[in-house]
């Protein structure tokens, strides 16, 4: 008699109650998360998940850059691991399932694996990388970014937050209420790595499919402008003698949503963070730092319109100077098809309808992708709102995808 | 043998020296104040303000409003006293003679009356007005727009900063370090009030009067624009379908700032204060809310003026909503003209040189025009640089124009 697969013993329930517990670590009025990166929400969060590992006799570590992981121990201590998870920290106001699926899906897969009584030959690791969102510190994606050897450690703990509070001291702080983690070097060789995710836009929900297997993800350029102008009284300062930053600034917003908007809505131009210094009603504005996030699918034609950044923003400085930084220059990848195909040989042996599609927002998959065979699956995500306290999806699509996700573990580690 | 006027007793290093030692209350690293209404810092300016008073045997006295009163006596208790002051509170990035040296030269010439041995008939009251910058409460000039009872007090105690704090709670904790200071009925009858300000502009140096007689203030409209749109994913919302706060908001900026433009550059248009929510750099942004604060010499102009910003604001929200709040409208008014000619007639007996010359920016004493014949004198700031760390102003220019208010304070008593 065949043993049964681990994906039968998948619980659409206890998944979905490990994911409402968890939203209750940064819990707003609206229903959404405010669980920033290396917060004490954060923290909550990871002691939480540190628990269910725990119970379950998983054998939780963290690395120097904060990322967490959970061993399931395999047959074979000398076979690299199998990697599957996701994030834990959200946006300022973000939803319940943005990264935080993608771990409880791991967890519940690995769960599932443990209840199935098949001993995989690979460890497989549950993992919860550390500041993916980028929002309290950018940019983003700065575990995996590190864990892959793209970013070095020290220039990482050395971003500061707009308090002025750095990584290396968030992290140190958080460390403390960690303490009973075993530490974990730094980067390691990984087999594979499979990152479970909401969809983030409306395909999947609009076509009913509960599973997409993400064929590759968009490139992203980001940058930071910094407008220095000065400082002067609302009322007696001319025009002609000002050098107004807010108005330098709002002038290259307009500017560069000008210049880079494409009839065919592909390219995707935001400017998210706007600060402004006094920041006072009657004072000429004399600094404004704002953040670009452009992305589109096309590696070369993003290089093309991240280049003409920067002389956008000087055509627009008026008599104010102005710095554009340039934080991050990923081009658009594509994950191995050999990946892709064992996900949709699995999802068609489950008699789970998916659909390949690509992927817009970025993941933590991006850096994993540089150091090991990578892939994602995604699930429907209620109107493609995301990013946005209403962020919903279903117990039943979550559960589809953690089904295929766990026989998939299980064949990668074997 | 007739006795030597009051101006004859006034003391540019005392003047000189209460200014620098005002000026480490909120003190900043560029020299400049970061003392903004009902904080701490202005809590020890006041405190420090009283204790100079009390060594020289004035009455200290507070009102509800947290306006703060000095009272040098009179001979007769029942004539309405002389009022001279200006406000303790800064811009976040202030200078050091903002506001200041109105509160510290009305100090220095009632020093310079009593040094000079003659006794006024009517009381001169040295005021420091609540909350004149308007930056942590908005709008500003509170303190005398209460005591004109241009405002009411009880809707003036509601107003909260960006933390929340009421107008009503920091004047509560406040009062607790003031509780040593009588109390005073909010509001009385006032015989004259005169204001000593730094110009703010540049034309008292540029032509070289060390003393100039204010004729009347510029008007001012301010607003505050609530533009509300739909937080979203900046990799994954494609443009037709996002409600962008950000994107409408800085159209509104360029389009308000292209509608008001005038050749001539006698209006003035500032937006000094710009929020974003969430304010995250992959998050498309779901509100921003921004401050207009517009002038004009010319009333009429400027009723004109103001009407155009709503429709303007609406012309450029795109796919968002905006809610347009007027603020505040005050028309532009000139002070009465006998008062001006009794400060030309002292400066002249003093030999100070003056040219008269309109206030581009607001000041308390436009709420006390509404009630008392009110008068302002000015003296150069270097460069017209205010609102800013870098203000300056010399020692001597400060006494001059301290020397006509003590005579001219006197013989408004007499």
């Known amino acids: 008699m065949m043993a049964r697969a681990p994906s039968s013993f998948v619980s659409d329930a206890r998944l979905w109650d490990r994911l409402q517990s968890l939203a209750q670590f940064g819990a707003t009025p609206l229903g959404g998360v405010n669980r920033q990166a290396l917060s004490a929400e954060?923290?909550?969060?990871?002691?939480?998940?540190v628990e269910w590992g725990q119970a379950l006799g998983l054998e939780a570590s963290r690395d120097d850059a904060g990322n967490l992981f959970?061993?399931?121990?395999?047959?074979?201590?000398?076979?690299?691991?199998?990697?599957?998870?996701?994030?834990?920290?959200?946006?300022?106001?973000?939803?319940?399932?943005?990264?935080?699926?993608?771990?409880?899906?791991?967890?519940?897969?690995?769960?599932a694996i443990l209840e199935s009584n098949v001993k995989p030959r690979r460890a497989i690791d549950v993992v919860a990388w550390m500041n993916e969102e980028g929002?309290?510190?950018?940019?983003?994606?700065?575990?995996?970014?590190?864990?892959?050897?793209?970013?070095?450690?020290?220039?990482?703990?050395?971003?500061r937050d707009a308090e002025g509070l750095s990584v290396g001291e968030a992290l140190a702080a958080q460390q403390a209420h960690l303490a009973h983690v075993l530490k974990r070097t730094l980067g390691h060789p990984v087999h594979a790595y499979v990152e479970a995710h909401i969809e983030q836009g409306p395909v999947l929900e609009r076509e009913g499919y509960p599973v997409g297997i993400v064929t590759g993800?968009?490139?992203?350029?980001?940058?930071?402008?910094?407008?220095?102008?000065?400082?002067?009284?609302?009322?007696?300062?001319?025009?002609?003698?000002?050098?107004?930053?807010?108005?330098?600034?709002?002038?290259?917003?307009?500017?560069?949503?000008?210049?880079?908007?494409?009839?065919a809505d592909v390219t995707r131009f935001t400017v998210?963070?706007?600060?402004?210094?006094?920041?006072?009603?009657?004072?000429?504005?004399?600094?404004?730092?704002?953040?670009?996030?452009?992305?589109?699918?096309d590696s070369a034609t993003l290089r093309a319109l991240?280049?003409?950044?920067?002389?956008?923003?000087?055509?627009?400085?008026?008599?104010?100077?102005?710095?554009?930084?340039?934080?991050?220059?990923?081009?658009?990848?594509?994950?191995?098809?050999?990946?892709?195909?064992?996900?949709?040989?699995?999802?068609?042996?489950?008699?789970?309808?998916?659909?390949?599609?690509?992927s817009a927002a970025g993941h933590?998959?991006?850096?994993?992708?540089?150091?090991?065979?990578?892939?994602?699956?995604f699930v429907p995500c209620h109107l493609g709102i995301t990013h946005n306290e209403a962020e919903s999806a279903t117990p039943s699509?979550?559960?589809a995808g953690t089904r295929v996700l766990a026989d998939w573990l299980l064949e990668l580690a074997s």
């Open 217 to 263: 993800i968009q490139g992203k350029h980001t940058f930071q402008v910094l407008v220095t102008g000065e400082a002067a009284h609302a009322g007696t300062s001319r025009r002609c003698e000002r050098k107004d930053a807010l108005l330098a600034a709002t002038a290259m917003v307009q500017g560069l949503a000008a210049a880079l908007h494409d009839d």
């Open 306 to 358: 991240g280049a003409m950044v920067d002389s956008i923003c000087q055509a627009h400085r008026g008599p104010c100077s102005v710095q554009v930084h340039r934080l991050s220059a990923a081009d658009s990848l594509r994950f191995p098809p050999h990946m892709c195909e064992q996900a949709a040989a699995i999802a068609k042996r489950l008699q789970i309808a998916t659909r390949e599609l690509p």
């Open 397 to 399: 699509d979550l559960a």
């Open 42 to 49: 954060d923290t909550e969060a990871q002691l939480a998940l």
């Open 364 to 377: 933590d998959a991006r850096y994993l992708h540089k150091v090991t065979p990578s892939a994602m699956l």
């Open 272 to 297: 998210g963070r706007f600060d402004v210094l006094p920041n006072a009603p009657s004072v000429v504005a004399s600094q404004v730092e704002f953040s670009i996030d452009l992305r589109h699918p």
């Open 70 to 111: 959970l061993r399931l121990q395999g047959t074979d201590p000398d076979a690299a691991p199998v990697l599957s998870g996701s994030h834990l920290d959200s946006q300022p106001t973000g939803g319940r399932f943005d990264g935080a699926y993608g771990v409880m899906a791991a967890l519940e897969a690995v769960q």
């Open 135 to 159: 929002s309290r510190f950018a940019p983003g994606m700065m575990g995996s970014a590190v864990f892959a050897g793209d970013r070095t450690l020290e220039q990482t703990l050395l971003v």
